[in-house]
């Protein structure tokens, strides 16, 4: 059973900060929809490019370390509110997230 939340995600078409539908099957993030112009992002390989987050994570030093451990261990509960106290993070942050998970 797919559960769905939406979450405030830069899109590529929009080139803008948009409202997201994103649907999960258990932990795997499935896909990213933007609920302004419709464009869909599958994401079948997510749980290989976890690899490479956590290795971001490592590089973010000057935030705390809890907000990025509570989302590693809770993916899907914390997609809710991730993005508000993400939306404060350094800009280039955010841009590798969006490389990772806008194709
Ligand atoms: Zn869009």
Redesign the pocket.
Known sequence: MNEEVTAELH?S??DHE?IHTLVYAGRLLVSTT?Q??N?QVKHEAIDLRLHYLKDLEHRISTKPRRLWRGFWSAPFSQMVSFPKKFMSQPKKIWKEIKAILGR
């Open positions: 899109c078409h929009c948009t933007c302004t112009c464009s």
